[in-house]
T-cell receptor, first 114, second 113 residues
Framework: AQSVTQLDSQVPVFEEAPVELRCNYS??????LFWYVQYPNQGLQLLLK??????LVESINGFEAEFNKSQTSFHLRKPSVHISDTAEYFC????????????FGKGTRLHILP | DVKVTQSSRYLVKRTGEKVFLECVQD?????MFWYRQDPGLGLRLIYF???????EKGDIPEGYSVSREKKERFSLILESASTNQTSMYLC????????????FGDGTRLSIL
């Protein structure tokens, strides 16, 4: 069965510093990969997704994630964080050719320190 | 923009009550989902639906049921609410197709007293 592991439950980082949120997955078949963001008191919003093609995908607000098949990872990075990036981030996988549920990681809470 | 609307942001009910959580989406999505979110546990799938009148159990269906009488509406029902069902409930919808992301509502924070 597939699973998603987010190694850090909380990540504190100073404003304007770089950040990496780690995500590893386990699956016996090919997957699609997603990162979602949840701002305080809101639902989840899609941040970025890897479906095929280039292994580096970017979001409109400066985040990027790289699909690494050999390491089964999909880490999320941003070179310089802002206070507005304070949120919880969820990594998720979905099996190719299986139109059903997405498996979510337990989330990483990003704290931006002034 | 896709809009997934959950009928209540906050709800307080008593133990033993029958509770209905409503979710409506406006993008003609075939698939709809109900999750609960608890600190340290992430999102856990309760039920999902591929089509009208169809439902599938997720990972934690016990104590819940669902109803999908119309394509745009997916209801979660707590038949007899218990305190361990106090949680944040999130509804999501998606087009069919395994590369389609899910779109979420803002959630309902349910407290069972």
């Amino acid at each position: 069965a597939q699973s998603v592991t987010q190694l850090d439950s909380q990540v504190p980082v100073f404003e304007e510093a770089p950040v990496e949120l780690r995500c590893n997955y386990s699956s016996s078949v090919s997957v699609y990969l997603f990162w979602y963001v949840q701002y305080p008191n809101q639902g989840l919003q899609l941040l970025l997704k890897y479906l095929s093609g280039s292994t580096l995908v970017e979001s409109i607000n400066g985040f990027e994630a790289e699909f690494n098949k050999s390491q089964t990872s999909f880490h999320l990075r941003k070179p310089s964080v802002h206070i507005s990036d304070t949120a919880e981030y969820f990594c998720a996988v979905r099996l190719r050719n299986r139109d059903d549920k997405i498996i979510f990681g337990k989330g990483t809470r990003l704290h931006i320190l002034p | 923009d896709v809009k997934v609307t959950q009928s209540s942001r906050y709800l307080v009910k008593r133990t033993g009550e029958k509770v209905f959580l409503e979710c409506v989406q406006d993008m003609d999505h075939e698939n709809m989902f109900w999750y609960r979110q608890d600190p340290g546990l992430g999102l856990r799938l309760i039920y999902f639906s591929y089509d009208v009148k169809m439902k599938e159990k997720g990972d934690i269906p016990e104590g819940y049921s669902v109803s999908r009488e119309k394509k745009e509406r997916f209801s979660l029902i707590l038949e007899s609410a218990s305190t361990n069902q106090t949680s944040m409930y999130l509804c999501a919808s998606a087009h069919q197709g395994d590369n389609q992301p899910q779109h979420f509502g803002d959630g309902t924070r349910l407290s069972i007293l």
